[in-house]
């Protein structure tokens, strides 16, 4: 029993030997001598120019181009229907309803621009009134008749802020008579 106890000791130092052995061999403390670490020298960078690639510009985005839609509705004429009979020189003040179907709310630097026909004394710019998305606005136009009788016809159109038109365009259409009969009127009034 004892020759068998005396085996099994000679096996286990021999397995801590081993085990000793390797742990030595992964050991990171191993020490250089002077000469290897002399001759150790780490890599360096060596610095190189770096092309410098132009980044794209853009312009910041509108009101227009943050995902919404300008989108005019006309609804109907509120003053001075169409073939309305005036005399010459009289003031016609236009206003016509329509609404804000699109998804940008009108705000400034929305206009109605003078597109065809004769302007009939009005500024060819005129603000669009503000309005929200969704709602309805009465749009005016002051005009002064022409002098001359015939008919006369004054086309507008809306542009976003950034100038592209959008929206049904609205026109006047009048008369120019020399005199009025008992049942025409320059105007209409707000129903």
């Given at each position: 029993m004892?020759?068998?106890?005396?085996?099994?000791r000679?096996?286990l130092?021999?397995?801590?030997l081993?085990?000793?052995?390797?742990?030595?061999?992964?050991s990171?403390n191993?020490?250089?001598?002077?000469?290897?670490?002399?001759?150790y020298?780490?890599?360096?960078?060596?610095?190189?120019?770096?092309p410098?690639?132009?980044?794209?510009?853009?312009?910041?985005?509108?009101?227009?181009?943050?995902?919404?839609?300008?989108?005019l509705?006309?609804?109907?004429?509120v003053?001075?229907?169409?073939?309305?009979?005036?005399t010459?020189?009289?003031?016609?003040?236009?206003r016509?309803r329509v609404?804000?179907?699109?998804?940008?709310?009108?705000s400034?630097g929305y206009?109605?621009?003078?597109?065809?026909?004769?302007?009939?004394?009005?500024?060819?710019?005129?603000?669009?009134?503000?309005?929200?998305?969704?709602n309805n606005?009465?749009?005016?136009?002051?005009?002064?008749?022409?002098?001359n009788?015939?008919?006369?016809?004054?086309?507008?159109?809306a542009?976003?802020?950034?100038?592209?038109?959008f929206?049904?365009?609205?026109?006047?259409?009048?008369?120019?008579?020399?005199?009025?009969?008992e049942?025409s009127?320059t105007?209409?009034?707000n129903?």
């Open positions: 004892i020759g068998h106890q005396k085996a099994i000679s096996f130092y021999l397995w801590l081993i085990i000793l052995l390797i742990a030595a061999g992964c990171p191993r020490s250089y001598s002077s000469k290897e670490e002399a001759s020298r780490p890599p360096t960078l060596v610095p190189t120019s770096v410098t690639v132009p980044t794209p510009t853009r312009s910041p985005k509108t009101t227009l181009e943050a995902e919404c839609s300008n989108v509705r006309y609804l109907k004429d003053t001075i229907p169409d073939g309305t009979k005036v010459p020189g009289s003031t016609l003040d236009k016509w609404e804000n179907s699109g998804t940008c709310n009108w400034e206009t109605l621009r003078f597109i065809e026909g004769s302007e009939m004394g009005a500024n060819p710019t005129q603000a669009l009134y503000p309005a929200l998305s969704g606005a009465d749009l005016r136009i002051v005009f002064t008749a022409p002098a009788t015939g008919m006369y016809q004054s086309k507008w159109q542009f976003d802020p950034e100038g592209n038109p929206g049904d365009p609205i026109y006047v259409e009048i008369e120019v008579v020399s005199q009025l009969d049942n009127t105007e209409e009034t129903p």
